[in-house]
């Protein structure tokens, strides 16, 4: 069971907390009903995540065997048969659709277009060049319109934006370290990583990181968003935001943490307690405003 339980990677679970952004920027934490719902929506997404990861490992099972981590996956190292993770799977599918379809209203065809991306990301897309990061945060960008729709609040377009940015600079760090640790071999592991480059993804990340900031900073400031929270508070947290955004990028380049955004933010004492600060920032400013 343990090794099949690594498959599912509960580690990455940790991703679906996109899910709760509209609990939050709604200021709906004090709502019951809401946080119910709201934490159902990330049972269904952490449910589907899981099936399409084994779904992947069972796809690349013969690249991951020659990669120097990913050839101690339980599939890849066979401690975990096809069969049962294709069985796992479907029960992870029929468990999540079963959320979905208690929660109701649209949340079923958002969970629904989850795992048709997800699963055409996985047969197909991560094989084009920039398509494949701009994929990956695709379904994060659906992970908060899920959890908008789970709760019935309008999601600012901001929100979406900053969302889909921040997961596409996560996306783009993690190709970065592939490329650092299968150096002249990343072609071969995977055909797209034969595509980049080390320049053009640390070019790239500078270009994203700036659109992330600029993004997040007009947000705190837009009308709208006065209007909901009561004051311009929110732009307490750019500096916050712009330490996370930099302490990432730092481990990125100095300790090679870049290839799991999950693992830097569960290890990483400092991004740990940036991730912290926000929220009680933000949740403060909420309440007073």
Known sequence: MMPLLRSLRPEQWLKNGFVL???????????????????????????AASATYLVNDVLDREADRGHPTKCRRPIASG??????????????????????????GWFPAVLGAYLGITLLYSTLLKQLVFVDVLVV?????????????????????????????????????????????????????RVVLGHYTLPMVDQAISVVLGATVLAYTLYTVAPDTVAKVGSEGLMATVPVVLYGLFRYLYLLHRHELGGSPTKALLTDRPLLVCVLLWLGIATVVMRVG
């Open 79 to 104: 401690a975990v048969g096809v069969g049962v993770a294709l069985g796992t799977a479907l029960v992870l599918v029929i468990v999540g659709a079963g959320t979905a379809l208690f929660l109701g």
């Open 21 to 47: 952004a509209p609990l939050v920027f709604s200021g709906s934490l004090t709502d019951g009903d809401a946080v119910f719902r709201s934490l159902l929506a990330v049972a269904a997404f952490c449910a």
């Open 137 to 189: 945060a695709l379904g994060f960008v659906l992970r908060v319109v899920g959890g908008a729709v789970a709760i019935e609040v309008p999601v600012s377009r901001w929100i979406l934006l900053c969302a889909y940015l921040l997961a596409l600079y996560l996306a783009l760090g993690k190709r970065r370290s592939e490329l650092v640790l299968l150096g002249e071999a990343a072609g071969s592991h």
